[in-house]
């Protein structure tokens, strides 16, 4: 086996293994985690699909379809690039604001779940975008804006299925 594949190999197993394990944690883990939900999967789907519905002027099959594949994408995708951005805000938070000496605020505190929540939601954007882009052959700048708000109510809704399981999360 050549050292890409096992580099590529390692690199997929901690990022899968982390969320689940993880001896250090912050925000962007919880939402994998909320995000992989059913009940949120669910009332995400549906939610996006109202928006794929209502906006690309397409049948309720072709936006079911939409709405579904998009999100298996975003879904496997989200796996990895969640947690790494949601690592890559901490490192921004702590080492480069100073965020803890300076401020007093931690991993936890209310400002790094909404940064966590902002970039979920444009990751997810992104990636859906794109997929809508490919498919329906529409302009990125057309769907961006509604995308963005159905991707924030999709993660909105992880929030407070977060929120109502706190102490239930392990």
């Not at 594949?5 to 997929?12: A, Q």
Request: aromatic share 18%; proline share 2%.
């Amino acid at each position: 086996m050549n050292i890409k594949k096992i580099i590529l190999l390692f690199f997929i197993y901690i990022i899968t293994a982390l969320p689940a394990g993880a001896d250090v944690i912050w925000p962007s883990l919880y939402i994998v985690k909320g995000m992989l939900s059913l009940k949120v999967i669910i009332l995400g789907l549906i939610a996006e699909l109202l928006f794929v519905k209502y906006f690309t002027k397409t049948n309720w099959k072709q936006a079911s379809i939409v709405t579904v594949l998009m999100n298996l994408i975003t879904t496997f995708l989200g796996i990895f690039l969640i947690p790494i951005s949601g690592l890559g805000s901490e490192i921004v938070f702590d080492f480069v604001f100073h965020a803890y000496d300076k401020f007093g605020i931690g991993t936890f505190h209310w400002s790094h779940w909404l940064v966590s929540y902002v970039i979920v939601i444009l990751i997810n954007t992104f990636i859906e975008g794109m997929f809508i882009r490919l498919y329906l052959k529409l302009k990125f700048n057309q769907i961006f804006w509604w995308l963005t708000l159905a991707n924030a109510t999709s993660v909105f809704l992880c929030f407070i299925y977060l929120i109502m399981n706190m102490g239930k999360l392990e």
